[in-house]
Each structure stands twice: as structure tokens, then as C-alpha cells.
């Protein structure tokens, strides 16, 4: 009895989620944005939870290896805008957490999912910042490949996802030609220079290709995340993309983009491109590229360190509340 | 007259050189995120602040240094920032210690260069008072908390407090440079700013329930640049780039 009752509540309850499902997706179909305190199928907001904060951790582990160099930048112009921009990605982190915060996913749990290795960043911050240049090669490729994968999110269904997008896009953008501009100077300043460049290129050359994830035929969760129109392309579309704006900025440079098999498709005016090593960007979601443990580490190590900070801060407002309370009684 | 300038100016111009240089350490490594967007805040208004200074100092000196020549170029003795400000971060008790020491400091500075004879140096001081302001509330809060937090938080403070202490003497020292510059209005004279700095810190410190120490011995000698053994780390990485690498642009 007391089963059947159940069952018969979740036969009901299907029913309503099948009509509220397709009143969601007729919403999606018609480009209504969805808002936090409107129903949602609970895929929707996992997918949303998922990709949100992957998106946040990635801006502050991406803080780590750009963070390498402030202390060691060339003149003071680089120092300040470095600074700048490390700046703006915690920013960005903030709008992102915030952005997960209203599907109901609390920021230290995400935090604690980050720290225990659960959670997952960009594989591209498992890469070492070893030169200057690779300031420079993070702005324009790393940032480059970024933007090419953000601004169809400014359109994304969820409207708290998409208004942050637009904020971050605007900044990255400017990043990215920050970043380009570095790398122009240091190419039309001395030959050593630009050696250093194109070691740079040559080693976050195919780990940005890797940035825009798994090739379609293997991308799990494309299909439904295009339907939710969260996704507007499909991974190997935005990477095309990507390899065409770009491959034409590195002739610009008077660098050689390290894949033989590189070459323009007259017809299709598309950069054709050499076979990605999948097996590399496997290993490093794995957790065995260059950085991982040294990122987790050391995000570990900061959350550790500002413990007490942070518990102070919490038992003084804490202290303050009470006294408050005591003045007003 | 014109080389006291530039020494002048070259003091201020490596106090907040070698400060921003310091807060740019901890980027990606602060207690909470919005403390290491905060700290970055406070670093970027130091460099930009050294970026004018170092900028205004090369043209009275007139030898054609620019302001990375002035900040890359030069060797640890003819630095000349207080001892204060090139103090290891330390645990965030002792940064947050460094910066409101220096902050409640540089708030009435600034107020007081306003009003110099030297219009280029009332014009940065304009820009920079607002900034100070921001560091020393932004510090002061931090002092409060730590101080009246937990136990623990508040023996680090005080903890910071005692290290640095003996380098709070330094700011209020006037060598002839800086009384031949006060003299012709061009300078602020730091003993000036002695009584408001003792009562701005007394308050946050009663507020952060926090003892101030006796006022005893005071370390000195960055003015002359004679540093402490940190000093040399600080420039080795901070001047890597244009030592390995000289007469290139970046």
C-alpha cells in the first residue's frame, strides 16, 4: 500500500515534469532565458552547476601560472597590466561562483570539490609558464581559445550564465589582444626575442586545441547541452573556428605553427589541421600533466594558510553581530 | 637643488616600487579570493604610483632613464625605500601589518604633498591620497578583525605588530635632503605627520583590542640604502628580466 502510494506520486509527478519539460524547452526553443527561481529538469541545472564551476575553477587555478610571473616582469607597464588582468580573472571567478550560487550550489562546497580533486579545471593549467613569452602565448592562444568558446555562452539559456559572459568576454577580449601585442613586440625587438616566442607557441599550441575538449564523436554531453542551448556549437566547431582566426596571426608574427600537416583548404577556406594527441589531453584530465599537482597543491596549501584568517574573520562578525544585539536590548 | 629632487622623488618612487612588488607575491595565494583580488588592487596602485614617480624622477634628473631603467637598472645600495616596505609578506598578520603601518602613513603624506611647490608631485599626490585612503581602510579592517578575532589571529597580529614595530621609526626620519626640500615647500616633513599617525594607529589598535608597543629603537638606514638581508632576494627577481636580457624592449 504504502509502496504503491509512492509509486503512484511518482507516476504523477512524471507526468507533471513531462509537461513542465516541454513548457521548459518550448521557453529554450522561443530564446526566453530561464532564471534562477524558474523550474528546471534537474539535468539542466547539473549540467549548468558543472560547467559553471569548472569555468570559476578554471579562472583561479588559471591565477597560478600568469601569477608565476608578476614579481618577474620586464618593465613596470607589464607588471601592472599582468597584475590587472591576474585580477580580473579572480573577478571573473567571483561572477562565477555567484553565477553557480543561484542554481543552489554553495561556494565552499564547490570550493571543497576543487580541493579534493573531484571538480575539474581547464587542462591548460596544468601547463608551465617556463619564459616571459609564455605570458604573452597564454594571453593570445589560451585567452584566444576561451573567447571563441564564451561568446556563444553570452547567448546561453541561463540568464545569470549568459549576463556573466558578457562581462568576462569583454575583458578577455582584451586580454587577448594584450596578450598579442606582447608577443608582436617581443618578435619585432631582437631575434632571441622572438625564439623565445616561438618556443612558447610550440608548447601551448596543441594544448590550446585541446581547450575546446573531447572531438564530437567522442563529447558526451554536446547533444543535450545544444538542445538546452547552453552549447551552440559542437567542440570541433569551435576549434575551426579557432585555428582559422589564429594560424593567420601567427604568420603575422613570423612564426611557424608546430604541425606538419597544417594547410589551407582552398575550397573551404578552412585551416585543415594534424591529428590532436587525445592520449595526452587524456592523461593530463587524469591529473598526470606537467602542473597538476603542483596547481592542487598550492591552491590547497593557500586555503590552508588563510584558515585562521578566515576564522577570524567569522568570529569577529560574529562578535559584532552579538554586541549589536546587546545595544539594541 | 635639482639632484636632492631626484633623490627625493627616487624615495617615494622605490617605497612604492618595492611595496607593489611585495603585495604581487601573494597573487593566487590569499586567504580568501576576495582578498587576492584585493591585494592585487593594492599592488597595481603602488606600481602605477612608481610608474609616475620613477617617470618624473628620470626627467629632473635629465640623463634620459626612463622609469624601468630607474626600477631594473639600478644596483641594491642606490635603492633608497624604507626598510618597511621590502619586509617579507610573512603570514597575512605581517602584510596586513606592513600595509596599515605604511598606509596610515602615506594618507596624510599625500594630503600634506598636495600642497607642495612642485606642481608635478601635488598632481601625483592627488591620485595617490585617494588610493592610500583605500589601503589604510582596507588594512585597518583587517588590523580590527585579526586583532579581535580568535585567539589565534589575535597573537599573529600582535605577533606582526612587534616584528615591524622597529620599522615604523624610519618613516618619520628627515636627513638634509628631505629639510633643504621641506624648506623650499617642495617637501612634506614626516615629524609632521608623527602625531596623527601615533593616534590613527592607537585607535585601530583599541578598536582591535591590539597593545601598542613602546616606542624604543627604530631600525633605519633605507633612505641611504643600507637594507636589510631580504633586500637583495627581492631585486634578484625583480630585476631578472633586464639583467638577463639588457637594452631589449618588452
Known amino acids: ?329 | 637643488m635639482k639632484d636632492l629632487l631626484f633623490a627625493y622623488i627616487l624615495r617615494l618612487a622605490d617605497d612604492a616600487a618595492i611595496l607593489g612588488q611585495r603585495l604581487g607575491e601573494w597573487c593566487g595565494h590569499a586567504p580568501t579570493l576576495e582578498e587576492d583580488i584585493g591585494l592585487a588592487n593594492v599592488a597595481l596602485d603602488h606600481i602605477g604610483q612608481a610608474r609616475a614617480l620613477y617617470s618624473y624622477a628620470g626627467e629632473v634628473e635629465g640623463k634620459g632613464r626612463d622609469e624601468d631603467q630607474l626600477c631594473f637598472l639600478r644596483k641594491e645600495r642606490e635603492f633608497s625605500n624604507c626598510l618597511l616596505v621590502e619586509q617579507p609578506n610573512g603570514d597575512f598578520a605581517e602584510t596586513i601589518a606592513r600595509q596599515f603601518f605604511f598606509s596610515a602613513f602615506m594618507l596624510p603624506f599625500w594630503e600634506k604633498m598636495k600642497a607642495s611647490k612642485d606642481e608635478t608631485l601635488a598632481a601625483i599626490a592627488a591620485k595617490a591620497e585617494k588610493e592610500a585612503a583605500y589601503h589604510l581602510r582596507h588594512s585597518a579592517e583587517w588590523v580590527i578583525r585579526l586583532g579581535d578575532g580568535t585567539e589565534e589571529s589575535r597573537e599573529r597580529m600582535q605577533d606582526a605588530i612587534e616584528l615591524l614595530w622597529p620599522f615604523t621609526g624610519e618613516l618619520f626620519e628627515a636627513d638634509d635632503t628631505v629639510k633643504v626640500l621641506v624648506a623650499e615647500g617642495v617637501a612634506v616633513d614626516p615629524a609632521s605627520i608623527r602625531d596623527e599617525w601615533r593616534e590613527t594607529v592607537g585607535k585601530v589598535f583599541g578598536q582591535a583590542t591590539l597593545e601598542m608597543p613602546e616606542e624604543g629603537w627604530a631600525q633605519t638606514g633605507g633612505r641611504s640604502g643600507m637594507h636589510t638581508e631580504h633586500f637583495g632576494h627581492l631585486l634578484t627577481e625583480m630585476q631578472y628580466m633586464q639583467r638577463a636580457y639588457p637594452g631589449l624592449k618588452w
Open chain 1, 1 to 329: 500500500m504504502y509502496t504503491q502510494a509512492l509509486n503512484n506520486l511518482e507516476a504523477v509527478s512524471d507526468i507533471e515534469d513531462a509537461e513542465r519539460g516541454a513548457a521548459f524547452q518550448a521557453r529554450i526553443d522561443n530564446e526566453e532565458k530561464i532564471e534562477p527561481n524558474d523550474w528546471m529538469p534537474e539535468g539542466y541545472r547539473k549540467t549548468l552547476v558543472r560547467q559553471i564551476s569548472q569555468h570559476a575553477h578554471s579562472e583561479i587555478v588559471g591565477m597560478l601560472p600568469e601569477g608565476n610571473w608578476i614579481t618577474r616582469a620586464p618593465t613596470l607597464k607589464r607588471k601592472a597590466a599582468l597584475l590587472a588582468k591576474v585580477q580580473d580573472e579572480g573577478g571573473h571567478g567571483l561572477y562565477l561562483y555567484s553565477a553557480a550560487e543561484t542554481l543552489g550550489a554553495s561556494r565552499e562546497e564547490l570550493n571543497e570539490q576543487l580541493l579534493s580533486g573531484k571538480a575539474k579545471y581547464s587542462s591548460i593549467f596544468n601547463y608551465p609558464t617556463l619564459t616571459w613569452a609564455d605570458i604573452g602565448a597564454i594571453g593570445w592562444l589560451v585567452d584566444g581559445a576561451a573567447i571563441m568558446n564564451q561568446i556563444p555562452l553570452c547567448r546561453c539559456s541561463f540568464g545569470p550564465y549568459s549576463r556573466a559572459m558578457i562581462r568576462i568576454c569583454k575583458e578577455e577580449s582584451f586580454h587577448q589582444r594584450q596578450g598579442y601585442e606582447l608577443l608582436l613586440t617581443m618578435c619585432r625587438s631582437s631575434e632571441e626575442q622572438k625564439e623565445m616566442v616561438q618556443d612558447a607557441l610550440n608548447r601551448w599550441w596543441w594544448p590550446s586545441l585541446m581547450m575546446f575538449g573531447p572531438s564530437d564523436k567522442d563529447s558526451q554531453h554536446s547533444a543535450q547541452s545544444m538542445a538546452w542551448k547552453i552549447k551552440r556549437f559542437t567542440n570541433d566547431e569551435l576549434r575551426q573556428k579557432f585555428v582559422d582566426a589564429t594560424v593567420p596571426q601567427a604568420h603575422y608574427l613570423g612564426l611557424t605553427i608546430p604541425d606538419a600537416d597544417l594547410k589551407l583548404n582552398e575550397e573551404t577556406g578552412h585551416w585543415e589541421y594534424g591529428e590532436i594527441d587525445w592520449s595526452e589531453f587524456a592523461r593530463v584530465l587524469k591529473g598526470d600533466g606537467p602542473c597538476n599537482k603542483q596547481r592542487m597543491k598550492a591552491r590547497q596549501k593557500a586555503h590552508e594558510d588563510g584558515a585562521w584568517v578566515r576564522e577570524a574573520a567569522l568570529a569577529y562578525s560574529e562578535k559584532k553581530k552579538s554586541r549589536r544585539g546587546q545595544q539594541a536590548a
